[in-house]
C-alpha cells in the first residue's frame, strides 16, 4: 500500500514536472519571438546632457533631465567593477544571463511569504529591466526578464553588457551611470575615487533612494559596509585595504561645494544660445561647448564681486532676519526633521549659510543648521547684529528663537551673523584684442536672482562714458591742453517748463579755466558739457557708434556729456577695449567651440585680432593719447585707490549716475579690460558709500590685483603721427599731440557759448563750424535724469 502511495505521487510529480517543463517550453516558445528588439543596446545612444566647459577644461554647468558622463569600459576603474560584482552579481563573467540556484532561493521565498519581494537579478537581467521592462515585481516581468537576459547573452559580451550597465542604471539625484554619480556624490571623476567611495556607489543600484548617502548617511553606510565585507571575502581587496576603507570619512560634494564652479549666469547664457540652435537635442545628445572663461579668472572675480557687495552692505548695518518659522507649531514633531525641511527650502551662498535661531542673547546666539549641526555665535561673532540682540526695536528685526539668520565661519574658524546684501552688481573681463570673455559674474548670487546684469541691465554709464566724447573732442581737433571754462552753466531746454538745465560738479567748486586733460582726470561735470557743446552733439552721437553704442540709447542732447544714456556693463567693457587695444573694435565672445559627443567639433568662434584685420575704427592716436589722460585718472583723479597695484599700465574712469544710483568704474591695461557696476534693481540711492571710487573701483582693484599680478607691464608704443611736448601734462607730465595740431592755440577756449574752431570732418557734412552750437533742446525727462549729476 505505501509503494502504491509512493508510485503514485512520483508519478504526480514527475508529470509535474513534465508538465511544468511542457508549459515553459510552450511559454518560451509563444514569448521569445516577442520580446523586444535590441537594436537599443547594439546601437545604444544614451541622453547625455549638455555640458559646459571653461576654456582650461573646468565644469561650470550641466543641463539635461538624466546627468549622465558616458565612459567606455576600459575606462571604469577595476575596483569598480570589482565593488559592483560584489555587491549585485559575484557570478557575472560565469552564469549565462540568469542565476539559477538564486533564481530557485528568491522564488521560495517568495512563494512562503506570498509576495513578490526577492529578484535574485543577475546584472544582465538589471539590464534587460532598464532598458525594455517596468520596475513592477511579477512573475511575469521576472520570466520576460530572464528570457530577455539569455538573449541579451547571445547578442553582446560580457563587457559589452557591463558597459550598458555602468552607463544607463539609475543611481539617485538625477544621475544615471557610475561616471555621472561620481560626480553628484563626490564632484570626482570615477577614476579618481577610492575604495570606499566606490563601495558607497555600488551600493546604490540595490534601491537608490534608500541607500542616498545625501539623504540616509546611516543606511547608506551600512550598505557600504557590507559592500566592502564582499569585497574582501571575494578577495578584491585586502585586509589592509578593508580596514583603511571602513575607516575612511566621506565627504560629499554637497558638503564640500553646493553651488559648483561659480558661472552659473555664463552657464546659463550657453543654454539659451544652444537651445536656440539645437531646441530640445541640445539636452539629450551630449554637446560640449567650451567658453572663453578662465576659471582662475573667474574665481577671482566672483569673490571679488562678492566681497565688494558684502562690504557695501555692511557699512548700511544689519537689516534682521531673513524670515521666521514659528516654533510653536513645531511642537510634538520630529524637531530636526520640520528644521531640516524648512531649510531644505533656501539656498546656500556661497559660504553664507542659512539656519534658525533656537535661543539668543546678548551674548550667544544657538542656531540649527542643516543636517543636525549646531552653530553657536558669541565675541566678535554677533558684533555685526547686536542691535538686533534683544527686545529693542521691530519684531521683524530681532533675533529670536525661529528666525532665520545667515552664518559664516570667519577666517579663525568662528561662526558670525551675516546678511545677504540687498545691493547687486556685475563684473565682465575681456581680452581687448579679441573680444574673449574671460569672466563675467551676472550678479551677487544666481540662485537668488539669475538677471544678468552684465548683459541684461541697462543703466546710466554716468561719468564713465565721458572718454567717448572727449575722443569725439580729439577727433575734431581740441587736444588735450585745451583750456576749457569750469564755471557755472545754465540752459534752456525750451520744452515749455520755464526750467533751466543748471548741471552741478560733485563739490559744488569751480575751477575756472583748466584743461581737457586735467577736466578728465578731476572729471568735472561742466567742463563735459561744454566740450559736448562745442563739437556738437550730432556728431558726438554719430561718433559714438564707433564704439558701439546705438544712437536710440544715447539721444543728441547736452546731457550725453554726463552719461546719461544707457548702457550694459559689457557694453562698456567692449567699448573700452577699443581705447586699449589702440583703436580697433572688438566683438565680445563666450563660445569658443562647440563640440558633438564623440569630440567633433561643430562650430568654433574664430575671432578678428585687434591689428591683425580690419581698420581701426578710431585714430590709434586718438586712442593711445586717450589712455595716457585716463591714466592720469589713476595718477591724480578719481581712481586713486587704484595705485595700491603698483602699475604704470592701468587706466580708467570712475563713474556716479545721479543721486548715487549706480556706481561704475571701467580699466584696463593693454591686454585686459574689466568693467564694474554696482546699484539697486529697483534704482535708488546707493547712499554717502556710493560713488565709483569707492563702491565699485575697490571690486576692479581686488579682481585685477590677480588677474595682473603675474603679469608684466605693457606699453604699447606710440603711433606715428604724435608730437610728444615734455612738462606740458599734468603735474608736469608728457603730454601728446597730433602732429597737425602739435602747437596748442592758446587762443582756443571754450567758455560759456563761445564758438571753438574745430577739424572738418567728412562724415559729418551737416556739422559745420557754424551748427555746432546750435542745440537740440533735451526733452524735460532727460533733464531731470542729469541734474546733480555726479562724477
Known sequence: ?????????????????????????????????????????????????????????????????????????????????????????????QHSGVDYTGVLRAAIG???????????????????????????????????????????????????????????????????????????????????????????????????????????????????????????????????????????????????????FPAQYVAEMVRQAMYDRFRENAYTEGYRVYTTIDSHHQQWAYDALRAGLIDFDRKHGYRGPESFIDMNNLQGEDLSMALDDALSEIHDSGDMLPAVVQSASQNEVRAYMRGGKIAIVNGAGL??????????????????????????????????????PDIEGGFVSLDTRTGAIKSLVGGFDFNRRSFNHVTQAWRQPGSTFKPFIYSAAIDRGLTASTMINDAPFSFDPQDGSGKMWTPQNDDGKFLGMITMHHALALSRNLVSVRILQAIGTDYAQQYIQRFGFSPKQHPAYLPMALGAGSVTPLQMAEAYATLANGGYRTHAYFIDRIEDASGRVLAKTQPVVAGQGGAPVID????????????????????TRALVLGRTDIAGKTGTTSDFKDAWFVGFNPGLVAATWVGYDQPKSLGRYGYGGTAALPIWINYMANALKKEPEIELPMPAGITVKPGAGMRGGDEYYYDEFQTPNPDIKINNRGTVPVAPDASDAQSGPDQQNQETPPPADAVEKVKDQLF
Open 1 to 93: 500500500m505505501v509503494k502504491r502511495i509512493f508510485a503514485i505521487l512520483a508519478g504526480l510529480f514527475l508529470g509535474g514536472v513534465v508538465l511544468s517543463a511542457g508549459a515553459l517550453a510552450i511559454a518560451i516558445i509563444i514569448t521569445y519571438p516577442r520580446l523586444p528588439s535590441l537594436d537599443v543596446l547594439t546601437d545604444y545612444r544614451p541622453k547625455i546632457p549638455l555640458r559646459v566647459y571653461s576654456a582650461d577644461n573646468v565644469l561650470i554647468g550641466e543641463f539635461g533631465e538624466e546627468r549622465r558622463s558616458f565612459l567606455r569600459i576600459h575606462e571604469v576603474p577595476q575596483q569598480m567593477i570589482n565593488a559592483l560584482l560584489a555587491a549585485e552579481d559575484a557570478n557575472f563573467y
Open 110 to 260: 517568495n512563494v512562503l511569504t506570498g509576495h513578490a519581494r526577492s529578484g535574485a537579478s543577475t546584472l544582465t537581467m538589471q539590464v534587460a529591466k532598464n532598458f525594455f521592462l517596468s520596475p513592477e515585481k511579477t512573475f511575469t516581468r521576472k520570466f520576460n526578464e530572464a528570457l530577455l537576459a539569455f538573449k541579451i547573452e547571445h547578442a553582446l559580451s560580457k563587457d559589452q553588457i557591463l558597459e550598458l550597465y555602468v552607463n544607463q542604471i539609475y543611481l539617485g539625484q538625477r544621475a544615471y551611470g557610475f561616471g555621472a554619480a561620481a560626480q553628484a556624490y563626490f564632484g570626482k571623476n570615477l577614476q579618481d575615487l577610492t575604495v570606499a567611495e566606490m563601495a558607497m556607489l555600488a551600493g546604490l543600484p540595490k534601491a537608490p533612494s534608500a541607500y542616498n548617502p545625501i539623504v540616509n548617511p546611516d543606511r547608506a553606510r551600512l550598505r557600504q559596509q557590507y559592500v566592502l565585507r564582499r569585497m574582501k571575502e571575494l578577495n578584491f581587496i585586502t585586509e589592509p585595504q578593508y580596514e583603511q576603507a571602513m575607516a575612511q570619512k566621506l565627504v560629499l560634494a554637497s558638503q564640500a561645494d553646493n553651488n559648483g
Open 383 to 420: 558684533d555685526f547684529a547686536r542691535r538686533s540682540l534683544g527686545a529693542r526695536g521691530p519684531a521683524q528685526q530681532q533675533i529670536r528663537p525661529g528666525a532665520v539668520i545667515r552664518l559664516r565661519a570667519n577666517e579663525k574658524g568662528y561662526w558670525e551673523i551675516v546678511q545677504l
Open 620 to 639: 590709434p592716436r586718438n586712442a593711445f593719447i586717450m589712455t595716457n589722460m585716463m591714466k592720469d585718472v589713476i595718477r591724480y583723479g578719481t581712481g
